[in-house]
């Protein structure tokens, strides 16, 4: 089993457990955020998703700064931030001050990918990359090893409560036979239309941290269903 970022309180310590939740505040009752986080906080779930979107890199926008900094004083579980927007990298030292513990940017908005996460090491965070649907598993092989996460994106990015695109399942297979092949350790994440259809056969094929935003924040019972979520077994 690989080692997996725990982060209690933000630290960063490493420690074997199951598959992570990483609840998507995108989905969330923005009018009642503070009220959200803590259900996040109070629940089973590891993690707090934060997708940004800047209208450009995707045909949406979500929240910036300072919704992010209020989140973070309402949060002692990790900011899993998702940067969907043009040159992350103008922002990386901000998001270190905000107190993301994983950072994680796009490789189709990336022209020096291998630069861009020696930066967010070196500001003190995880480093992820996610790929679009359509992005080829090579586009990253160069880089694994500078990797602490990959977030196969499955659903095409922007939007909240699209439908899961089941080609994704082979995909995280074959990140996992990479991972295995070159001894990489980073985490395989899924984020997009994650819910109980799907989560035991991601889990399954290799998935490590699961995103959930719809099926958790309108679920009638948020905390129950993150419950359910982290129970499956592969």
């Known amino acids: 089993?690989?080692?997996?970022?725990?982060?209690?309180?933000?630290?960063?310590?490493?420690?074997?457990?199951?598959?992570?939740i990483a609840p998507s505040l995108l989905a969330a009752d923005f009018g009642h955020l503070a009220r959200d986080v803590q259900m996040v906080e109070s629940s089973q779930a590891d993690w707090h998703h934060i997708d940004v979107m800047d209208g450009l890199f995707v045909p949406n926008i979500s929240y910036g700064m300072p919704v992010i900094a209020a989140i973070?004083?309402?949060?002692?579980?990790?900011?899993?931030?998702?940067?969907?927007?043009?040159?992350?990298?103008?922002?990386?030292?901000?998001?270190?001050?905000?107190?993301?513990?994983?950072?994680?940017?796009?490789?189709?908005?990336?022209?020096?990918?291998?630069?861009t996460l020696a930066s967010i090491r070196e500001a003190g965070m995880k480093a992820g990359v996610a790929l679009n649907p359509h992005t080829p598993l090579h586009a990253i092989q160069e880089v694994l090893g500078q990797l602490d996460l990959v977030c196969l994106m499955s659903v095409n990015p922007g939007f909240g409560g699209q439908k899961y695109i089941p080609e994704t399942l082979n995909k995280v297979e074959r990140l996992a036979a990479m991972r295995q092949e070159h001894?990489?350790?980073?985490?395989?994440?899924?984020d997009g239309g994650v819910g109980r259809s799907n989560a035991g056969s991601l889990v399954?094929?290799?998935?490590?941290?699961?995103?959930?935003?719809?099926?958790?924040?309108?679920?009638q019972d948020p905390m129950a269903e993150v419950e359910w979520l982290k129970s499956v077994t592969g």
């Open 204 to 219: 399954q094929a290799g998935a490590d941290v699961l995103v959930a935003g719809s099926s958790v924040f309108k679920a």
């Open 183 to 190: 001894s990489a350790q980073f985490l395989i994440e899924v």
């Open 72 to 115: 973070g004083r309402h949060a002692n579980k990790p900011l899993d931030v998702h940067l969907m927007i043009q040159d992350p990298d103008r922002y990386i030292s901000t998001f270190a001050e905000l107190g993301a513990s994983v950072l994680t940017v796009h490789e189709e908005a990336c022209t020096h990918l291998h630069r």
């Open 1 to 20: 089993m690989l080692q997996y970022s725990d982060y209690h309180s933000r630290s960063h310590h490493f420690c074997t457990m199951t598959h992570l």
